[in-house]
């Protein structure tokens, strides 16, 4: 592995693209490969031996694409790291939104939306048990949210409901156990997306973003492993994605992501790809 090769980021679509950026912003000289497989999108209503097929064959794109890492900006993924191959290091944004979690809170309760497969496979939870007893969650899954931010915001109404359909039940559930839900965990990258409107529904939960926690976990393995980009300039960002060309320049220019070229590409078929420059 080159010291100078790529980061890679795995997600089913644009919701990888919050971690992408929080790591552009703190990691700026380092290079990035995202794979966005939005023709699959989304990942949390499919089985998990499926999932597990797609992730390594992403993962093995990415390293014949010379990949120093891999991160799994997706929670559905990262929920089943244990089941996955790799030869690179792999990184789980549910580790990195658990070690969010115990920054916000020691003891009680922590709301979490996901999709529903992060929730059927316990991820958090399993990982949250590492690291305490004394910390649990009130996870709700959501079967439509993830699908409604990557096609796009243009229903604020239809947004709004899918909002309230993933986070009241949870709301709901710490009443009837004498509890004020004060933080909600965005189990799902696609969440932070929509961070605004889930504020302005709900102004008394404090939202917790696992992407702050990916950027430290990376920082650690770098500065551990003296693997940073060894040039000194801004390093380059290449994105591909399976399908939804136009929702990911849109989505490119409305999180001012860092991006050198844009590819359409297929899994096992990268010579079919075609690029655009930004």
């Given at each position: ?14 919701g ?6 929080a790591?552009?912003d ?39 694409r010379?990949?120093?890492?891999v991160?799994?900006?997706c929670?559905t993924?990262?929920?089943l ?30 709301g ?45 109404k ?20 004498g509890?004020?839900?004060?933080e ?9 997306i ?8 709900y ?6 973003n696992?992407?702050?926690?990916l ?20 390093g ?9 060309y136009d929702?990911f ?8 992501i ?14 079919t ?6």
């Amino acid at each position: 592995m080159d010291n100078n090769g790529p980061i890679g980021v795995v997600d089913s679509g644009i919701g990888g693209f919050t971690v992408l950026k929080a790591l552009q912003d703190r990691l700026p000289n380092e290079n990035y490969l995202y794979f966005g497989d939005s023709m699959r999108m989304p990942y949390g209503e499919r089985e998990n031996d499926e999932l597990i097929m797609l992730a390594n064959t992403i993962i093995s794109e990415l390293e014949n694409r010379g990949v120093k890492a891999v991160v799994l900006a997706c929670n559905t993924l990262s929920s089943l790291i244990v089941e996955l191959s790799a030869r690179v290091p792999l990184f789980s944004v549910i580790e990195a939104g658990v070690q969010e979690t115990l920054n916000w809170r020691d003891r009680g309760l922590v709301g979490l939306i996901a999709t529903t497969a992060t929730v059927k496979n316990r991820g958090y939870e399993k990982e949250l048990e590492l690291w305490t007893r004394d910390v649990e969650y009130i996870a709700q899954g959501t079967h439509t949210l993830a699908k409604v931010i990557n096609d796009g915001q243009g229903d604020l109404k239809i947004l709004k409901n899918n909002i309230r359909e993933a986070v009241e039940p949870i709301l709901l559930k710490g009443i009837k156990q004498g509890i004020v839900i004060e933080e909600l965990l965005l189990g799902c990258t696609h969440f932070p997306i929509v961070a605004v409107t889930i504020r302005q529904m709900y102004p008394e939960l404090e939202l917790i973003n696992p992407a702050n926690g990916l950027v430290r976990q990376l920082t650690k393995h770098l500065t551990e492993f003296n693997y940073f980009n060894s040039r000194d300039d801004i390093g380059s960002t290449q994105i591909l994605t399976t399908a939804d060309y136009d929702i990911f320049v849109r989505m490119i220019k409305e999180l001012e992501i860092d991006c050198d070229s844009l590819e359409m590409t297929e899994l096992h078929l990268p010579s079919t790809s075609t690029s655009v420059s930004f």
